[in-house]
């Protein structure tokens, strides 16, 4: 038996926060139920054909759940998605803002008729501010969160290679329902979990505002490199090829010059150390 076998999950999602966060709910055993939009569905599928003729995108966040197409702005579909709530442990959505509850999917509106349920609303800027009513694209919340001002070159900035802020997103999602369904088992009550891209990515730069503390210098850009560990990141050998280094402590450090380098006077020679890193492994 896998953990949430039992557990029914109703999601109107797209793209890739809420997909990814109830892929993970599929893959410990809850029944997840997509509803997509006729005609196209869910817009993931049309990234790419590179899987089949499927999209790499929609096949990884997708694989376990059951799919269901239908105009929610239709009397009928409205009373199909009424029978599904009734059935559902959980309601994920990531719709544009204001979307849900204009289908009388909010938890305001289903709390008194369904005091169980999870509602699980996952946006670009979150419930309030300034920025509630946006879009948001996952580009845009790596550079308003920070993110781009610490990686990449000096000369340049650099995104992440794959979708960080989705993936932040959907795995706080992912982490909150699964907490949120231990307290109903403690409490028989569901609650709503309001959760933000932007939100999210702030937590992941946490350190970078820390190790900025009290006007201190911001961390720099510094490609593979690490801004305040040494060595940390790539190297030039002898042969002309480029090695991965990741050292985090003196007594790694101390191993690495006894068994790699076979210089161990340099763990205690930080001069040499100076003397020698330009061509650490020449």
Same mark, same amino acid.
């Given at each position: 038996?896998?953990?949430?076998?039992?557990?029914?999950?109703?999601?109107?999602?797209?793209?890739?926060?809420?997909?990814?966060?109830?892929?993970?709910?599929?893959?410990?055993?809850?029944?997840?139920?997509? *509803?997509?939009?006729?005609?196209?569905?869910?817009?993931?599928?049309?990234?790419?054909?590179?899987?089949?003729?499927?999209?790499? /995108?929609?096949? +990884?966040?997708?694989?376990?759940?059951?799919?269901?197409?239908?105009?929610? $702005?239709?009397?009928?579909?409205?009373? *199909?998605?009424? @029978?599904?709530?009734?059935?559902?442990?959980?309601?994920?959505?990531?719709?544009?803002? #204001?979307?849900?509850?204009?289908?009388?999917?909010?938890?305001?509106?289903?709390?008194?008729?369904?005091?169980?349920?999870?509602?699980?609303?996952?946006?670009? /800027?979150?419930?309030? #501010?300034?920025?509630?009513? $946006? $879009?948001? /694209?996952?580009?845009? *919340?790596?550079?308003?969160?920070?993110?781009?001002?610490?990686?990449?070159?000096?000369?340049?900035?650099?995104?992440?290679?794959?979708?960080?802020?989705?993936?932040?997103?959907?795995?706080?999602?992912?982490?909150?329902?699964?907490?949120?369904? *231990?307290? @109903?088992?403690?409490?028989?009550?569901?609650?709503?979990?309001?959760?933000?891209?932007?939100?999210?990515?702030?937590? +992941?730069?946490?350190?970078?505002?820390?190790?900025?503390?009290?006007?201190?210098?911001?961390?720099? @850009?510094?490609?593979?490199?690490?801004?305040?560990?040494?060595?940390? #990141? &790539?190297?030039?050998?002898?042969?002309? $090829?480029?090695?991965?280094? #990741?050292?985090?402590?003196?007594?790694? +450090?101390?191993?690495?010059?006894?068994?790699?380098?076979? @210089? &161990?006077?340099?763990?205690?020679?930080?001069?040499?150390?100076?003397?020698?890193? &330009?061509?650490?492994?020449?």
């Amino acid at each position: 038996m896998r953990p949430l076998e039992g557990i029914t999950v109703l999601t109107l999602e797209h793209a890739v926060a809420a997909p990814f966060c109830t892929r993970q709910l599929a893959d410990l055993g809850a029944r997840v139920i997509k *509803i997509e939009r006729p005609g196209t569905g869910d817009f993931a599928r049309a990234y790419d054909t590179r899987v089949n003729g499927q999209a790499s /995108y929609f096949v +990884w966040l997708n694989r376990s759940k059951e799919s269901l197409t239908l105009d929610a $702005k239709q009397p009928e579909a409205r009373d *199909i998605l009424a @029978r599904l709530v009734a059935q559902a442990d959980v309601l994920v959505q990531n719709l544009a803002p #204001g979307a849900a509850a204009r289908l009388g999917l909010s938890y305001e509106a289903l709390r008194a008729a369904h005091p169980r349920l999870i509602v699980c609303d996952i946006s670009g /800027y979150g419930d309030d #501010g300034p920025y509630r009513d $946006k $879009k948001a /694209y996952d580009l845009l *919340i790596q550079s308003e969160a920070g993110f781009l001002s610490i990686t990449g070159t000096p000369e340049s900035p650099a995104k992440a290679g794959c979708s960080i802020a989705d993936i932040s997103a959907g795995m706080y999602a992912y982490s909150n329902i699964l907490t949120a369904l *231990i307290q @109903r088992g403690r409490t028989g009550q569901g609650c709503r979990i309001d959760l933000s891209m932007l939100e999210s990515m702030v937590e +992941w730069m946490s350190h970078a505002m820390y190790y900025a503390y009290n006007g201190a210098a911001p961390p720099v @850009r510094a490609g593979a490199a690490h801004a305040s560990i040494y060595p940390y #990141g &790539p190297f030039p050998t002898g042969d002309g $090829k480029v090695i991965m280094l #990741g050292l985090q402590n003196e007594r790694e +450090w101390a191993t690495f010059c006894q068994k790699v380098l076979m @210089r &161990p006077q340099l763990a205690a020679d930080a001069a040499a150390l100076v003397r020698t890193s &330009p061509g650490l492994l020449a």
